[in-house]
């Protein structure tokens, strides 16, 4: 597995991304369609548009520290991150990942998990000390595929975007 990370000017100033790369990402959404129901990120989990994916894209690069990393296996996009270096509550130390979504044709190939150590790696190597994330309470797939990766509850809590019920978690690197 290649994992690449997004630029941040890939979508400044309203550029566009490559077509075929938000072809790939729009695909790698719209195969999660339990999670789109669950998320209501979209408007209609069975029709997501490039464009709302790269309005999406667009509005997690808009906080400064977030990355999209691009998770590729035989030059296939298997999966998508999106971290926070800093969350914007600045009482919290840790690094965030914000996002980790694997196409639903490749779950149970690892991915999720290798991408998911990428991620830990890189905050280690940068000296940071923990992971963060928040899982949708109405996730429980979600929740158990992380709890087997070693994060642990440290709170409940609305998520600062829609308000909705999340579960965070936190592992110590």
Known sequence: M???TLAPKALEDGAALPGPLLTELT?????????????????DPDDIRP????????????????????ARSEGRL???????????DP??????????MVHADERRAGFGRRLARHV??????GGRTGLRLAVLENNPE????????GYEETARRPDLAHGRPCVVLRKAL
Do not use: K, M
């Open 2 to 4: 290649i994992v690449e």
């Open 142 to 149: 979600a929740l158990a595929f992380w709890t087997a990766l």
């Open 120 to 125: 830990e790696d890189g905050f280690r190597a």
């Open 78 to 88: 298997v999966a998508v991150a999106v971290t926070l270096g800093r969350h914007p």
């Open 51 to 70: 464009e709302q994916v790269a309005a999406a894209l667009a509005d997690e690069l808009a906080e400064p520290s977030a990355e999209v990393l691009l």
């Open 27 to 43: 695909a790698l959404y719209a195969s999660n369609r339990a999670f789109q129901q669950l998320s209501g990120d979209f408007p």
């Open 91 to 100: 009482a919290d130390p840790d690094p965030w990942l914000g996002l980790l």
